[in-house]
């Protein structure tokens, strides 16, 4: 847990901690025996009912989107135009997104993302014509970031050895919602006006999500500085030194620079990515390449799985929703299986991480091999308990080398490298179909082998130094 050192010149409700003093490097704290621990349980909870809002509104909708743009006259390309473009703007606003929740706060943060998400969703209910529809992905294409932002917050209230274990809960709670959300969006769907109705549900869960944060018990924990702090010490050197850089970027040339805080901010948040970019660099460049190599990996192999087992084993697209519903409840109980894994692991992500990409990349190199259904189907079910195992694992190893307190910074990036994966993977999945139906989930395993190989001769400098010096210069 991030101590609230006031004249560290942390973000200024970034860092939260119990009101009540912890002892370094025991977890626990002093003052009332528990009290502070009972407190930090029920924001974490109120964190999982965020998540598990977040995507159960989101799985409402997602699922009719490319149904309805057709329904409005648009033609296949146009139609895969347009559901790209909300993979775009998430490859390019993550970072930035990310890296204000470190500047302005996680609370101020949150609030504004799930709001213009559900103004987003709010939009796309009204949408009658292909234009408006593009523009109602706007908003939540920029903002819909809540996910990475809780995790951030997650980092910030925990220790590094519960982070992993917390962020699997925070996942698992996550993934319930997205289970229950087709099915409510598939009941709504068949109503008259089913689309409309269901993205008006799904804004309306954004709406009570924001109330939800809005209503946290923030006063439980302590603020890490006042709301109106402006940038200083923890970034103080970064930004003195980008100052003439930003004066010249954001003026007229012989134009006086005003020092408001609307500047001090555009400078603070320059410098924060100015100073990441060599940590990124020097240690962090394995953990995204990997992150990278698997997500495109992962993709592949989701990217023809109906099409693949009615090709190769005549199985009903009805049939194939089951198989996939039993291995996303299977990735639920991945979240519960962590802890004891890390402890079998001593709390080592990092090998944890690397087996199991291993076991990802034998499990797509055996589903593309398969000749019976029921190896198909086995393959398919424990590479949802590898994937979840791995997802959490390396965004705990991205906390871990890059340092908390560039938490919402680094999940962005991360969040980036994925939007780049999510644009890869369409384009190698259709060249690896037209060799084969099992091309695509072949090239999948092939790729996880090479991220495995880079992990095994690879290993980032772990501890978090990088990024907490950075922090703090």
Request: glycine fraction near 12%.
């Amino acid at each position: 847990m991030e101590p609230g050192d006031q004249t560290s010149g942390m973000a200024p409700d970034r860092g939260l901690v119990s009101e009540t003093a912890q002892e370094p490097g025991t977890g626990t704290q002093e003052g009332a025996p528990g009290s502070g621990a009972v407190r930090a349980r029920r924001f974490l909870l109120c964190l999982y009912l965020v998540g598990f809002l977040d995507l159960f509104g989101v799985s409402m909708v997602v699922p009719l989107l490319s149904v309805h743009v057709k329904s409005l006259g648009a033609s296949p390309t146009v139609a895969g135009i347009v559901g790209s473009s909300y993979g775009i703007l998430q490859l390019f606003s993550s970072t930035l997104v990310g890296c204000w929740s470190d500047v302005v706060g996680r609370r101020s943060s949150l609030l504004v993302c799930i709001l213009c998400s559900a103004l987003g969703y709010l939009l796309l209910g009204a949408s009658t014509n292909v234009f408006l529809f593009t523009l109602a992905r706007v908003p939540a294409g920029i903002f819909k970031h809540t996910l990475s932002i809780s995790r951030a917050l997650l980092a910030d209230l925990v220790t590094e050895e519960e982070r992993p274990v917390v962020l699997g809960q925070f996942n698992t709670a996550s993934s319930m919602g997205f289970i229950l959300g087709p099915v409510v969006g598939g009941y709504l769907a068949e109503l008259d006006g089913g689309f409309y109705l269901t993205a008006f549900v799904c804004s309306s869960v954004f709406v009570l999500n924001a109330g939800l944060v809005w209503l946290f018990p923030w006063s439980e924990v302590k603020l890490s500085g006042p709301e109106d702090d402006l940038p200083q010490g923890r970034n103080q050197a970064l930004w003195e030194q980008t100052d003439s850089a930003v004066q010249r970027a954001a003026s007229p040339q012989g134009t006086p620079v005003s020092k408001g805080p609307a500047r001090l901010l555009w400078a603070e948040v320059l410098a924060t990515l100015w100073g990441l970019r060599s940590l990124v660099l020097s240690a962090l460049w394995v953990v995204f390449l990997v992150r990278l190599l698997m997500a495109v990996a992962v993709m592949l192999y989701y990217s023809n799985f109906v099409l693949a087992l009615e090709e190769r084993f005549s199985m009903g697209p009805r049939a194939a929703g089951y198989v996939t519903s039993c291995g996303s409840a299977l990735g639920v109980l991945a979240g519960f299986a962590l802890g004891p894994l890390l402890r079998l692991y001593g709390h080592q992500s990092y090998r944890l991480l690397l087996h199991s990409s291993v076991l990802t990349s034998m499990l797509l190199l055996l589903f593309a091999s398969a000749r019976s259904l029921d190896v198909a189907v086995a393959c398919s079910v424990l590479l949802s308990f590898s994937t979840a195992i791995g997802r959490t694992c390396i965004t705990d190893l991205q906390l871990t080398v890059g340092g908390v307190r560039a938490g919402g910074s680094l999940l962005g990036m991360g969040q980036s490298v994925t939007a780049v994966g999510r644009v890869l993977a369409p384009i190698l999945s259709g060249v690896a179909q037209e060799v084969s139906p099992c091309g695509p989930p072949g090239l999948g395993a092939a790729l996880g082998f090479v991220a495995v190989v880079i992990m095994s001769r690879n290993r980032p400098h772990s501890g978090g130094q990088g990024g907490d010096q950075l922090k703090s210069e």
